[in-house]
């Protein structure tokens, strides 16, 4: 087998550098999420999450469930579930949801510190942890004061894809600027707020819509509602 060509060795370095780098943060997120949710009320456990149809426990199993799976188990599964990947992700949580909710926390707090994930970008992984952190703190009145390094860096990849969440399409055409950091992107009516709440407007959580300003909110609105 020959080797590789000098250019694709130095690409497969940068990527893997790139993947060092996300990794401590996807970790130290996750790490504030099992600390914010140590004290919950069984109630509170039950609170309906910004997912539809999910607690916040149950957001809370997805997520340990994304941190357990191998490219390979991830294959299983969709081939399992003949490519519903609805019919998967409830698969996966349900094997992680545990008795109790208690049981629900713990089995996160193990996997804090994981690097397993499906085949996905880990940037990716970042965006899951931060989305559905997002997805659980907010209905529970739990508030983040994030990174703005770790947060831009999630803003940044979202402008520029629509692999596993929509996000370049539904903000075409509109102009984004965060008040409170360096991100900015695209040309159009204008959107304004902070990069936390750009980030989860742009990613279809519309309650963040109510944060924003300019002349561009009510399209990435409409746009998110009629998704």
Not at 135 to 158: F, N, Q, V
Request: glycine share 8%; net charge positive; with cysteine.
């Amino acid at each position: 087998m020959t080797a590789p060509e000098p250019r694709l060795r130095l690409r497969r370095l940068r990527r893997l550098r790139r993947a060092s780098g996300i990794w401590p943060l996807v970790h130290a997120e996750r790490a504030a999420l099992a600390a914010d949710l140590a004290d919950l009320t069984d109630e509170q456990w039950a609170t309906p999450s910004l997912c539809s149809g999910l607690t916040v426990r149950e957001v809370l199993a997805h997520l340990t469930s994304a941190a357990t799976l191998t490219p390979v188990r991830w294959m299983a599964g969709v081939i399992r579930c003949r490519f519903d990947f609805n019919r998967q992700n409830a698969m996966r949580l349900a094997e992680q949801l545990g008795a109790t909710a208690a049981e629900t926390h713990d089995r996160f707090r193990r996997v804090v510190a994981s690097t397993t994930k499906p085949p996905v970008p880990v940037v990716a992984m970042l965006g899951e942890t931060i989305l559905h952190a997002e997805d659980i703190r907010r209905p529970l009145g739990i508030r983040r004061d994030y990174p703005i390094g770790t947060i831009t860096r999630l803003a940044e990849y979202y402008q520029g894809s629509d692999f596993v969440v929509v996000a370049k399409g539904r903000i075409a055409g509109l102009r984004l600027v965060a008040d409170d950091g360096p991100f900015a992107t695209g040309s159009g009516p204008l959107v304004s707020g902070t990069t936390l709440a750009l980030t989860m407007a742009m990613t279809g959580r519309m309650t963040y819509c109510d944060e924003l300003d300019g002349d561009g909110v009510s399209i990435l609105r409409e746009r998110g509602e009629m998704a």
